[in-house]
């Protein structure tokens, strides 16, 4: 049973930083495709970012390139997301998610297995 849980959450000032972590279990954490959404309240959930099994390759939505970024630690089977910058309109829950398909762009949520229970970020302005 994969399990993954995120952690690292919370309410921060404009212009802020939060580092996200999420730890999975259950699985061989080193070959899937790690990825992090986020659903503000009444939208739906979109992509921010996703790192690749070898952490070779990275992608980030738009809105958010520059100021996060996605890192993982195999040996320690964890996902990071560094948030900085930080705005207002980044308030959601954000979601951490493993994908075991081995070719995709991995920026739906219908390409992930695997998905935690969501940890909230809340950003005052």
């Known amino acids: 049973q994969v399990q993954l849980v995120e952690s690292g959450g919370g309410l921060v000032q404009a212009g802020g930083s939060l580092r996200l972590s999420c730890a999975a279990s259950?699985?061989?954490?080193?070959?899937?495709?790690m990825g992090w959404f986020r659903q503000a309240p009444g939208k739906e959930r979109v992509f921010v970012a996703r790192i690749t099994w070898s952490s070779s390759s990275t992608l980030y939505a738009d809105s958010v390139k520059g100021r996060f970024t996605i890192s993982r630690d195999n040996a320690k089977n964890t996902v990071y997301l560094q948030m900085n910058s930080l705005k207002p309109e980044d308030t959601a829950v954000y979601y951490c998610?493993?994908?075991?398909?081995?070719?995709?762009?991995?920026?739906?949520?219908?390409?992930?297995?695997?998905w935690g229970q969501g940890t909230q970020v809340t950003v005052s302005s």
């Open positions: 259950g699985c061989t954490f080193s070959r899937y495709t």
């Open positions: 998610a493993a994908a075991s398909k081995v070719i995709g762009l991995w920026r739906a949520p219908d390409e992930y297995d695997y």
